[in-house]
């Protein structure tokens, strides 16, 4: 099974700053790498597929990038709103599919 | 609009039985694959299983496999996750999500609102 890590566990970061988090994947996974965002008491929210594909709705300030064992997920400039978990999942040559542990971004 | 819309909170004694839904709406339901996905209080999103209503195809995770039971029933749009026999660590959220899979990809683009099964004696 792939194992998904993701670095740094939290990122405090102020509002209008540049956030950079880091997923590894144990070995390759092609591009096949998701993001999601989840706030405290919601459901998760798919932002990013095909590692740098952006979801339906979502703002330009996010953006994925990388492929093999590395991606990284960039917020350019962190709004109010953005301040949250986020996960990364890989699902090349699913099932399984798994999940990293997050990275919580919080108010600097 | 596309929505899942997940069955409410449970409390249930070691032992028991259970079975929660997640009905899809606004799409065509037999065109997507349903995942399940479980949240245990504070940690991250673990990955249970999927099924393509369909045919019922179904995927476990090997981490719950022979745990839990995943089912649809494609007349009421609606996918199931069950239990029968609960025990006090499978106190969690449980969130169901629509994935449109094919054998080279499997992400989540519409998520239920979850369902909070809580397990003590």
């Known amino acids: 099974e792939i194992v998904m890590t993701q670095s740094p566990a939290i990122l405090s970061v102020s509002p209008g700053e540049r956030a950079t988090l880091s997923c590894r994947a144990s070995?390759?996974?092609?591009?096949?790498v998701a993001w999601y965002q989840q706030k405290p008491g919601q459901a998760p929210r798919l932002l990013i597929y095909?590692?740098?594909a952006r979801a339906t709705g979502i703002p330009a300030r996010f953006s994925g990038s990388g492929s093999g064992t590395e991606f990284t997920l960039t917020i350019s400039s962190l709004q109010s709103e953005d301040f949250a978990v986020y996960y990364c999942?890989?699902?090349?040559?699913?099932?399984?599919?798994?999940f990293g542990p997050g990275t919580k971004v919080d108010i600097k | 609009e596309v929505q899942m819309v997940q069955s409410g909170a449970e409390v249930k004694t070691p032992g028991e039985s259970l079975k929660i839904s997640c009905k899809g709406s606004?799409?065509?339901?037999?065109?997507?694959?349903i995942g399940w996905v479980r949240q245990m209080p504070g940690r991250g999103l673990e990955w249970m299983g999927i099924?393509?209503?369909?045919?019922?195809?179904?995927r476990y995770s090997p981490s719950f496999q022979g745990h839990v039971t995943i089912s649809a029933d494609k007349s009421i749009n609606t996918a199931y996750l069950q239990w029968s026999s609960l025990k006090a660590s499978d106190t969690a959220m449980y969130y169901c999500?629509?994935?449109?899979?094919?054998?080279?990809?499997?992400?989540?683009?519409?998520w239920g609102q979850g369902s909070l099964v809580t397990v003590s004696s």
């Open positions: 999500a629509r994935g449109p899979c094919g054998s080279t990809t499997c992400y989540f683009d519409y």
């Open positions: 606004g799409y065509i339901f037999t065109n997507y694959w």
């Open positions: 099924i393509f209503p369909r045919d019922s195809d179904t």
């Open positions: 070995s390759s996974v092609g591009s096949y």
């Open positions: 095909a590692a740098s």
């Open positions: 999942q890989q699902y090349n040559n699913w099932p399984p599919i798994t």
